[in-house]
């Protein structure tokens, strides 16, 4: 909630005025903390997402000898057999 005077319009109206963090604890609104301004207030509200760190390597086996079942084995592969 903006601390400054006047009427209370939407966030975007003054965004350098103080905030005040109000949270609802069931029966009323009470003050929690006050930040200096809208961007302040919008990062202590709602934090980034914790980044998702991808391993270095992969938790899978090696590759297997061969080109896959997928796939029709070459004339020269059929000699070798």
């Keep these: 909630m903006p601390l400054g005077g006047g009427p209370h319009r939407g966030t975007h109206v ?3 005025t103080p905030r005040a ?3 609802w604890n069931g029966t009323e609104w009470t ?3 006050v930040v200096e301004n809208l961007a ?3 990062a ?3 934090p980034p997402p914790p980044a998702e760190k991808k391993p ?3 938790d899978r086996p090696p590759l297997g ?3 896959g079942r ?3 084995p070459s004339p020269a592969e059929e000699r070798d057999q």
Excluded: T
């Design 65 to 67: 000898k061969g080109r």
């Design 14 to 16: 003054a965004p350098g």
């Design 21 to 23: 963090i109000e949270e």
């Design 70 to 72: 997928h796939r029709r």
């Design 44 to 46: 202590l509200l709602y």
């Design 31 to 33: 003050v929690v903390g």
């Design 40 to 42: 302040a207030a919008q």
């Design 56 to 58: 270095a390597e992969w």
